[in-house]
């Protein structure tokens, strides 16, 4: 666990890389969070489901969109808890659509990780 920022991404804990190695930009990240939340009868609210985090990039290259793309699936990532600190965690990533590039740029890609676990 570390508070500085520390995204990584690999197709095992072992082999993690930092975005920055992969040639990818830093995100803005959404903390890992629960799927949903309820209320239980003392009236607070509950995480439920798998934890979830969101990578956001404003603009990526197609060779930047591909670079993710090979991690589409189960992969590993280091990423931003609500607590301020960076955790592993082994992920399903899913990526959005394909969609049409702007001056070769793909703009407002969002990647997304479910079923988050922690690895020690």
């Known amino acids: ?3 500085i920022p520390a995204y990584r991404i690999g197709a095992a804990e072992a082999s993690m890389a930092s975005l920055e190695s992969l040639g990818l930009p830093l995100p803005k990240a959404e903390a890992v969070d629960y799927a949903t939340y309820i209320e239980n009868g003392a009236g607070e609210l509950v995480g ?4 979830r985090a969101t990578w956001r ?3 990526l ?3 930047q969109v591909a670079t993710l793309e090979a991690f589409d699936g189960d992969c590993y990532i280091q990423t931003l808890t609500a607590l301020g600190t960076y955790v592993d965690y082994s992920a399903m990533l899913v990526l959005p659509p394909r969609r049409a590039p702007k ?4 703009l407002d890609y969002v990647a997304e990780f479910r079923k988050l676990v922690v690895v020690t």
Do not use: D, K
Request: glycine share 6%; net charge neutral.
């Open 103 to 106: 001056n070769q740029m793909i």
């Open 1 to 3: 666990m570390t508070s």
């Open 48 to 51: 439920q489901g798998w934890l």
């Open 61 to 63: 290259t197609l060779a």
């Open 57 to 59: 990039f404003a603009a």
